[in-house]
């Protein structure tokens, strides 16, 4: 079985039985659970949630993007700063990035101003935290591969509406 194959499907639709991945994949229904199970346990596949537009709820939620620059440590660079950012519940993703800042973190929060106070009061004053730059998420157009505004017609790269 290709494992890619098998990662990719389940990655655009972890809903699916496994009856329905076997039959999607040509492969019988036990290759299937083995192999989920073996990717599983090889921290392969590392969970599955469900994409939620928050906009359309009663829920007050706030996203931000939040750049920070900081100074690696000796023994363990880029590693235990990034591991004090992660274990904070409101930090959703912590990525190592090139280009002009070190670490990408993604909040989220009930208000704009309960992230401004977590990220003055406990992302700025971590140890070898050099500089923040606070992005606020003012509309979410497509997550995780899903569009969350079906108000915009999909556009081809030559400006041509594919609906036509």
Not at 39 to 55: C, D, P, Q
Not at 68 to 73: E, H
Not at 102 to 119: E, N, P, R
Not at 123 to 143: C, E, N, R
Request: overall charge negative; charged content about 25%; hydrophobic content about 40%.
């Amino acid at each position: 079985m290709a494992m890619e194959q098998l990662l990719e499907v389940l990655q655009k639709e972890a809903k699916l039985s496994t009856a329905q991945l076997a039959a999607m994949l040509g492969e019988k229904e036990e290759d299937v659970i083995k192999a989920i199970a073996r990717y599983e346990k090889a921290g392969i596949i590392k969970g599955y949630h469900t994409l939620i537009n928050w906009e359309n709820t009663d829920a007050h939620r706030a996203t931000a993007l939040i750049e920070l620059r900081v100074s690696p440590k000796k023994d363990t660079g880029f590693d235990e700063i990034a591991g004090r950012v992660m274990n904070f519940s409101e930090v959703e993703s912590v990525y190592l990035m090139s280009g002009g800042y070190d670490l990408a973190v993604t909040v989220t929060g009930k208000t704009m101003s309960d992230i401004a106070m977590f990220v003055a009061r406990r992302l700025a004053t971590i140890d070898g935290v050099l500089s923040t730059a606070t992005h606020f998420v003012l509309t979410k157009y497509k997550d995780g591969g899903v569009v969350f505004h079906s108000d915009y017609e999909e556009i081809d790269e030559r400006g041509s509406n594919l609906c036509d």
